[in-house]
């Protein structure tokens, strides 16, 4: 069974980078056709797509914060990792990590399993 | 980007009451369209995928339909577990674009 678990610091000052690890078990990130993916989730808000990471290496990014984002990945670790450049306050938010599954056919995409999630505020 | 719009925002119902929430896509999506379940402090859970499959083991109460731009999630009779937030997500393009929600809550 899949499990996804998130890390990395709570509290990013403005203007830093922000930096979070996924951490993978069960399923090696380099293999089949899957995707690997960050989401986050303001307080009390909807869900918003960061990017994703496919197991070829290829990646892809959401236009609103392409300039800003890196999501890369170390098959030795089984883990894969999420930069976001120059925060500021409006990044605060959950942060999540999950696997976006291919189906058979027809090209479908879903997101699942989801990690449990880690809270970052960005302030001074 | 596709605008996927939720309604309604929230609602109040009974256990035992049939659900309706209603989302729809600011262009054809096929069936490209998923459904998810949060609960508070949780991560969202996938419910249902291109519009009508159900996830291996979620209730078969819960049922999902349409295909183009306008999409229907049901939950036949509401339960205790199934108060919660509930969010679709459209999967035809890139950006990946979600639903702002519906929470239902106790009446």
């Known amino acids: 069974q899949v499990q996804l678990q998130e890390s990395g610091p709570g509290l990013v000052k403005p203007s830093q980078t922000l930096s979070l690890t996924c951490t993978v078990s069960?399923?090696?990130?380099?293999?089949?056709?899957?995707?690997w993916s960050w989401i986050r989730q303001p307080a009390g808000k909807g869900l918003e797509w960061i990017g994703r990471?496919?197991?070829?290496?290829?990646?892809n990014y959401s236009p609103s914060h392409k300039s800003r984002v890196t999501i890369s990945g170390d098959t030795s670790k089984n883990q894969f990792f999420l930069k976001l450049s120059s925060v500021t306050a409006a990044d605060t938010a959950m942060y999540y990590c999950?696997?976006?599954?291919?189906?058979?056919?027809?090209?479908?995409?879903?997101?699942?399993?989801w990690g449990q999630g880690t809270l970052v505020t960005v302030s001074s | 980007d596709i605008q996927m719009t939720q309604s309604p925002s929230s609602l109040s119902a009974s256990v035992g009451d049939r659900v309706t929430i209603t989302c729809r896509a600011s262009?054809?999506?096929?069936?490209?369209l998923n459904w998810y379940q949060q609960k508070p402090g949780k991560a969202p859970n996938l419910l249902i995928y291109?519009?009508?499959i159900l996830q291996s083991g979620v209730p078969s109460r819960f049922s999902g339909s349409g295909s183009g731009t306008d999409f229907t999630l049901t939950i036949s009779s509401l339960q205790p577990e199934d108060f919660a937030t509930y969010f679709c997500?459209?999967?035809?393009?890139?950006?990946?674009?979600f639903g702002g929600g519906t929470k239902v809550e106790i009446k």
């Open positions: 999950a696997r976006i599954e291919v189906g058979d056919t027809g090209g479908y995409t879903w997101f699942d399993p």
């Open positions: 069960g399923d090696p990130i380099s293999s089949g056709s899957y995707y």
């Open positions: 990471l496919h197991t070829s290496g290829s990646t």
């Open positions: 262009q054809s999506i096929n069936n490209y």
């Open positions: 291109a519009a009508s």
């Open positions: 997500q459209q999967s035809y393009s890139i950006p990946l674009t």
